[in-house]
């Protein structure tokens, strides 16, 4: 039995990930799973906030957010109704901590780095693609501000590769990397944030319907680290390629 | 070895929770673990939010916020800031789901119930005291509803019960239901929200410092269903008890 | 002729103030006139605004809030609405000068503190409860700063005591502290702040029906004064338990 | 011993009264006391609030706002803020209470109107100033509504006049109408709002050093009540002459 | 053909400038344009925001906004909003940029000067009132400045006069200086800045209806520098009296 | 001399139209004058906002933002600072005039299009790629409109095309569409908005340095006229090819 768009339960999507997409940012990749598109940009300023100066140590942070057409019907902006959603704020949030597992501060010294993940379309796993990419972004931003002398030299703020899949029980059926009409009909769906070597960052999952067992947590599990295994193949071979 | 104020690894702090503290209130606990003391209120009114009406359904949301001195250092307001941070979203979010995964909406009819857990002092775990006591203001609520006629004879909006519990590997020992100073040094933190029957109803987990492996992950599972299935029977408890 | 809860025109409802409600605070203080609870906590801090930096003077002020559901129905929370309501802001202030008629700015040197009353059960005069209380707080505050040495030894930033109660006229007659249902049918409405030796710090008469004239406004201050000085010994017997 | 601008201390400021100061208001005054400069409109619109419809009631409410060079510092847009102040708040609610003092809720009929009392230029007093000018503003909105048949024929919808001033103890001496210079040295300093029959619809005290005691209350309130008679018969003057 | 309020087209309406019309600003003027009214105060304050600061150069910004019934029908205050709306910030931006054209930066040195246009009656024209009165105020401003010895003694920092006007095809024929009525039914409105010797500083032409063609647009300009020529003349004869 | 690029004065930049670049917006652009790209998409719903509903008419509007790091350094986002930007406003509204202007409100019906304009990279003339682009989405939209029968048939809401350019004086030299470079230092910058047949719909110029005279002004128009005539057949030929 297929899925909705021909793929065995534990296919990802095709995933592409773009990089140099923009001429102004340190790091630049346009990702997209299937048809969800992400624009994610890594901005290196020197010094740090308020309350990080004089640490020695660096910030990462991230800001999620979606086109009001990036999805079926138009959403207002959240700039126009002057407030930022909670969805929002929790991706950000998320996008954040993912990146800041693979970061060591001290390496990093006093540079924050800003991943800007922008939704350009919308098909489910918009927040997986958002982390999978700005991982990348964040590579090549700490590559330029190496090569600015900005960070010490033979430092690396970078700890390990981090991608992120979701999962989800369709029909009983655990399954990889949910597109839209997946996501909508999960009766489980679960966020899996893995470092490079297959550890957990953040696992998150949630009973959209019916509460779930731990058979099929585990096997939500399983099923999220080999897609993690292969977003990581994908990542490395992104930046195997001299930058455009 | 013990713990910081004496509990062995998996024990919960003293639970209590008390009933019917708002004479306002359709339903209203203070509940508390250990240091930590949330304000449940459950308010019930009849109607339910536009997107949702004609339906025949009804809707329960919740709201999550901290006294300013609830913590150690005095936080400012979110009604002075103007806006919502990031990390009260996430938490109402997370009690809202919570508590609508054992809710039967048909049964509910077109009536809505809000949950307002607001923190009057924080040690650690507001968000899993949050759901642990909003659940039994809810089932206050509820019996007020059936009381008052607003649910159909025989209807039973509430399809189970539901806590939540923290869990986390503290200098690498798995550790339940965790304090503030034993969060903050927490390597790996996780929420795990069950229902009554020892399902799973959200499962987030976090690497604040070096990312965890199966191994880890399974031990701190298994720790939480425990804490949940102790919860679970105190607020049966609690509830056995006539209504203040 | 008695009134709905039974006291005579010129009584009191039962008050209590419990000292160290919080762990937090530097003061806390649960406070009750009747069923109406305030928390009052009052945070030290070194350092004082910006505009009074360098004036070797000190500053306290104050924040009034409800919770939701302290009311009989529930109110949205002026964090989700991203704007403090009028009301909120003219009692923040009124409790904020009432509590500064009583300090030495110089005495209190260069420290900031902050009263946070939170109304947890509402049932008429929740201002002048919060005056009443908050004074406790900031007493006891006063005296965690002195133990700590951040006020100079024998400076005694606190000149006075404060208190306040309402008085109103009710079917023709005065009647001291109103309840809720008192203070909505009543012609007059008058809160009054007083001093420990019983002057006054603030009076705020409003004629909510008809206008009242100079005899009428007699009888309610010198129902008042009585109140104030009643609410003053309950201040003193409470401060002089020690301190939990 | 003579004020800083020549006035005995029970001698009111120049105050004149300037009918129909705007084409499009349907009441519009532009009020002096002495320096102080307040525009009055009164908006009438037919219909009342959601609260208050099919009571066949009015609604009365005012708003108060300083331009920002009003004062002798320029003063930050509120609307630049984004938030309006707690002053602003305060002063906008005691107008409209003091307004709706003196309205007959159903001789209005289900009509609303709103004062605009906006501040041009500043020099203490500027709440009273704009409760005087308020008054006679609304009064000519009042006659506006019955000549266009808005209010039933016969229907009176004003019970009676408004008026308000200041009073104060500055150096121990009770002053009537203060101007800024007063203002901020003032002791003690009093907002009276009465009827044009002399009785009281406001009555605000605030001790700004000292704590004030029952005489010096006495003789302020006593100084008050000549102020608003002359000020009734400015309102009076002024409304008899043909509108402009 | 003449006008509805009697003009030929290429007619102003009677201009009205009133100096020192606030006694606490550095510059302050009362504009008419018939029954246009702007007050536009200047505040002169040392130092320059913090992106210019340590320059040597001053800066001059405007704030444009109308007082809720200086319309035919009352607009909802921007502060009660929260925020500003387009209209508002466009025209704010305009008359700041119209301004700063005729400044000399280092002339003026590290002084800031804000214009704030308050539009207290509105019949079209609004803009260019509030430019060409902004222009006095700002020459005042300048002028008192100089004599407080803020500006270096020689330094100009006025290098020419400014002023607008708006011109129109109303049922095919241009007219200057449009009321609200031909504002309202104009097939093409456009704004129009000159110096004092002719020259533009911005040309705004919008088509409300139908586009324009290359000799309306000419026609338009001709017509706007004919006004701006008129508008400089009474400007100078505003400046020309000793200041109040 | 030719230009920073190597343009003659009077060249566009490459400029390209991507139609159907979203798979969920009725019409959908990304249009890149150069390095500036843009993405816009045109989203149709049944109905009118309220204060059109029941006219029969139409309405056609625009919203223009920048991602944070379109741009050299990195811009705050709008929804995080909570409040939309004066320059945001202005180039929002300045879009949706232009659309307007080749709307036919009628044959439109009662049906809303929104087209958002999200600069992806800015390099100059952001404004003026959006209303080209946007024009575009639009007539794709309402093709789609058209076969969705939400028109009438045989009802043709489009009135003609419509296309913007800037041009700017830069060293004395008048150049057509400005990069970023060119726009910091133009003297004069102008953004012209033209409809296909080569009339004007918006001409906005701006004195950034010294102030212009008509010889200058005029020559700017003819290059904006010519530009305006190129973009028109790059809207054709794009608009010729079968939708993606």
Redesign the interface.
């Known amino acids: 039995m297929s899925r909705i768009d021909g793929r065995t339960p534990e296919q990802l999507r095709p995933v592409t990930i773009e990089r140099g997409w ?4 340190e790091g ?1 990749v346009l990702v997209s799973f299937g ?1 969800t598109r992400v ?1 994610c ?1 890594a ?1 290196v ?1 020197e010094g740090v906030p308020r309350w990080r100066k004089g640490s020695g140590e660096g910030w990462v942070t991230a ?1 999620y ?1 979606m ?8 959403g207002d ?14 991706i ?2 998320l996008i954040g ?1 993912s990146l800041r ?1 693979v970061i060591d501060y001290k390496a990093l010294g006093e540079n924050t780095i ?1 991943l ?1 993940c ?1 939704v ?4 489910g796993g918009t927040r997986t693609a958002a982390i999978t990419g700005a991982y990348v972004a964040l590579a090549d931003a700490v590559e330029w501000a190496q090569q600015k002398k900005l960070i010490k030299a033979k430092a690396q703020p970078l700890t ?1 590769a981090v991608s992120a899949v979701s999962v989800g029980i369709v029909d009983g059926v655990p399954l990889l990397d949910l597109c839209y009409e997946e996501d909508v009909r999960a009766e489980t769906d ?1 966020n899996v944030v ?2 490079g070597d297959g ?9 959209e319907g ?5 058979t099929e ?1 585990n096997a939500l ?1 399983d099923l999220a680290v080999t897609g993690a295994a292969q977003l990581d193949g994908i990542q490395r071979a992104a930046l195997a390629v001299e930058r455009g």
């Not at 086109?67 to 138009?74: A, E, G, I």
């Not at 550890?199 to 009973?207: N, W, Y």
């Open positions: 923009s001429k102004h940012a630049s048809d624009l940009t901005s300023t800001e957010a086109l009001p057409r990036s999805t079926n019907t138009r902006r959240e700039s126009v109704k002057g407030r930022i959603g909670g969805r929002t704020h929790e950000s949030r901590r597992a800003v800007d922008d350009l379309q919308a098909d390990g679960m893995c470092t550890r957990f960052v953040e696992v998150q999952g949630t009973a019916v509460p779930f067992d731990r947590l599990l």
